[in-house]
């Protein structure tokens, strides 16, 4: 198995990378403190063809396979862990539904103006009393003629605040649960549908979060996104890529974390000598790389497994549970080597700890991966506690 690249990954990573570094990195810190969204930034992501990833070329995207936008969101996420939040909710959440199950007219009409960043887009998906459970959401859609009702809410949605259009998910017939789930696009300024701002989170600030109110909010049918009763399925096949895209911001973060303590382990000193020159340190620092390079691994062979169209299910769980725990207990370490100054805003590790912690929630939890894991791993066993609670 070969994980090496192309010569045109080459050139994609030091492309992304560069300008990562140019345009991202140097207001990383500012942004956060502020909890700004990075307008500006979404369109110079844009510019570069950034939006487009992976999404159909007559809708314009780039096409290609899922491997770029993994090397992608590793490069973002070095720089600013917020930015790759907002690449994934708009190529992967976004995007991807769009692109495998929106009809012609709801593709011309929305992921074209996704792909050149003229529309910000969200996925709502998680509700106050839904979050790993999402078979379990409460939103209601109800159908009259030619208009689905949506009643409910939706809680920490990344980019709500500022998004143009959602992909909402809404159940129309409780008693079949998952499987009476529907998707639907809904467009900023439907009348019903309120839109309230979540300030104050630990990490990735510059990715905004909000809370969607639905009240008697009308969606036409030509919006719902594939057949009725579909839509868990379709948030399904659409969380699993979306998990190696977490696995790849892990990666990122850890990797940042990585190279800053390597560089202060070369300048800072303590009784005389350079942190560098202390096996502790020395080791730490060698327990660090061996964690980054272990989840890039895994992201990158969950990622192979997707571009030949072979079942991937288990190790992208597995590259999103490593990675993110992983990035944790770098970030950990990060502070610790830097001592005092790692537990001020002023050092970059602060952040890169605060960062990290929601890759180890979003886009199921690491219990939930594990869950999934061994689901996989012990197939007969839950196929017979699912036969139980069918009797």
Avoid at 138 to 148: D, L, S
Avoid at 232 to 260: E, K
Avoid at 349 to 373: C, H, L, N, P
Wanted: with cysteine; charged share 25%; proline share 3%.
């Amino acid at each position: 198995m070969d994980f090496s690249f192309t010569e045109e990954q080459k050139i994609l990573q030091r492309m992304v990378r560069d300008f990562a570094t140019r345009e991202l990195e140097p207001i990383a810190r500012r942004l956060d403190e502020v909890e700004e969204f990075p307008h500006e930034s979404v369109r110079k992501m844009a510019d570069i063809g950034l939006l487009g990833m992976g999404l159909d070329p007559a809708y314009g995207g780039s096409g290609g396979g899922f491997t770029p936008f993994i090397i992608a969101m590793e490069e973002i996420s070095r720089a600013s862990a917020a930015m790759s939040t907002i690449l994934s909710v708009q190529v992967s959440l976004c995007g991807q539904p769009l692109d495998r199950f929106g009809t012609k007219e709801q593709k011309e009409r929305y992921l074209s103006f996704l792909t050149q960043g003229k529309k910000l887009a969200a996925f709502a998906l998680s509700e106050p009393n839904a979050g790993s459970d999402a078979a379990s959401i409460e939103t209601t859609a109800t159908r009259k003629g030619e208009t689905y009702v949506l009643q409910g809410s939706k809680v920490f949605i990344s980019c709500g605040d500022v998004a143009d259009i959602y992909i909402v998910f809404a159940v129309q017939e409780r008693v079949k649960k998952a499987r009476g789930i529907t998707a639907f696009i809904l467009e900023r300024g439907t009348p019903g549908l309120k839109v309230k701002k979540q300030g104050g989170k630990l990490g990735i600030r510059a990715s905004t979060t909000a809370e969607l109110l639905f009240d008697d909010c009308r969606v036409p049918l030509e919006n719902r996104l594939g057949e009725e009763g579909a839509g868990f399925r379709i948030a399904m096949q659409i969380i699993d890529p979306s998990r190696i895209g977490v696995a790849a911001q892990a990666v990122g973060i850890a990797q940042a974390a990585l190279d800053a303590s390597v560089s202060y382990a070369q300048q800072r000193r303590q009784f005389g000598k350079l942190l560098g020159e202390f096996q502790a340190i020395q080791w730490m620092l060698a327990d660090m790389a061996t964690q980054v390079d272990a989840a890039r691994l895994l992201m990158y062979r969950a990622a192979d497994l997707k571009d030949r169209g072979l079942p991937f299910s288990k190790e992208s769980a597995m590259a999103k549970v490593f990675a993110s725990e992983a990035a944790m207990a770098v970030a950990v370490k990060a502070v610790q080597i830097y001592g005092g100054y790692g537990y001020f805003q002023e050092s970059p590790v602060e952040r890169y700890f605060r960062d990290a912690k929601i890759t180890e929630i979003y886009e199921g939890t690491s219990e939930v991966q594990r869950m999934v894991i061994s689901r996989n791993l012990l197939p007969e066993i839950f196929k017979r506690e699912r036969e139980d609670k069918s009797v």
